[in-house]
């Protein structure tokens, strides 16, 4: 791989990716929205599009080709099918942000869980898809575009929950701060478990999938799941103060409607290697109490 297009890469793990790609002395586009800064100056090559506009894609990426695309901002059907007209003959390989969205609620979900050859997507724009099962069926309907329609091979990499330092969504640290700073929080379903991965690890991945001869769907990150009443007992432990749960407080931003997590035995059967969630989980509650 000499040169990879990245469509985001101005946050989180895409960021990750981008520096991970020039360490390696691959030639790196990103193309956004042009609204998010970033911090790689000239090193990078930038073009400007928006996802919901299949125009921009055909301007942007005219007369370019790159040996892979990474689409870490595809949330429709449509702008699946719009990015890869534009985009055919332009790379040797597609990478797909997609999630663990893409299985029902359940625990331990494999790779055959969900065939997106057998599901039959409806084309919809991202404004039509609300709340958790329309970003199940985004995933799902983006997936089953890509494999059905691409000319290239294809990777879904199906992240769980991620979980760094650099986490925007504060999720984790929502709970942590709540503990020690004794605030109420409503937990709905403290029994529900959820698979987990580290940013960087999550980064490293996408990276080495693409360098890979694999094509098909993976599901990456660390091999155990845990519940909410589980992370808010380690959060108490760190914190030394007890969790005051209660249906007035603050909602948990994981108060999702199931639970959700991967089997991820198929990537670590490739080599491939993550933290425990003990010691992940641990070490980033450690971070956010002395915050």
Not at 38 to 63: G, N, P
Not at 193 to 203: K, L, T, V
Not at 204 to 229: E, H, R, T, V, W
Request: glycine share 6%; net charge negative.
């Amino acid at each position: 791989m000499k040169s990879a297009l990245i469509l985001g890469g101005t946050q989180f793990v895409g960021k990750r990716l981008v520096q991970l790609l020039l360490d390696e002395g691959i030639e790196v586009t990103i193309a956004t929205r042009g609204i998010t800064a970033d911090s790689f100056c000239d090193q990078v090559s930038r073009l400007k599009i928006s996802r919901e506009e299949s125009d921009s894609y055909t301007l942007a990426f005219q007369d370019k080709s790159w040996d892979v695309v990474y689409d870490q901002t595809c949330y429709s059907s449509q702008e699946a099918l719009d990015t890869l007209k534009a985009l055919e003959g332009k790379v040797q390989k597609y990478v797909f942000t997609s999630s663990q969205a893409v299985y029902e609620f359940g625990t331990n979900h494999k790779e055959e869980n969900f065939n997106p050859l057998e599901f039959t997507p409806t084309l919809k724009g991202r404004r039509e898809y609300v709340g958790y099962v329309g970003y199940q069926e985004a995933k799902r309907a983006a997936e089953a575009i890509l494999f059905q329609q691409a000319k290239v091979p294809v990777v879904a990499v199906r992240f769980p929950i991620i979980i760094g330092k650099d986490d925007y969504t504060n999720r984790l640290k929502f709970h942590v701060h709540h503990v020690k700073n004794e605030k109420a929080m409503f937990i709905e379903h403290p029994d529900f478990r959820y698979s987990f991965i580290d940013s960087e690890e999550a980064a490293k991945f996408l990276l080495m999938i693409a360098k890979s001869d694999y094509q098909g769907a993976i599901n990456p990150g660390s091999s155990d799941d845990i519940s909410l009443s589980e992370i808010v007992t380690l959060i108490e432990a760190h914190t030394e103060t007890k969790a005051i749960i209660q249906l007035e407080g603050d909602p948990s931003p994981y108060n999702l409607p199931g639970s959700w997590s991967v089997d991820t035995s198929r990537a670590t059967s490739l080599g491939y290697k993550f933290t425990s969630l003990n010691p992940l989980l641990n070490r980033l509650i450690d971070f956010y109490k002395q915050e």
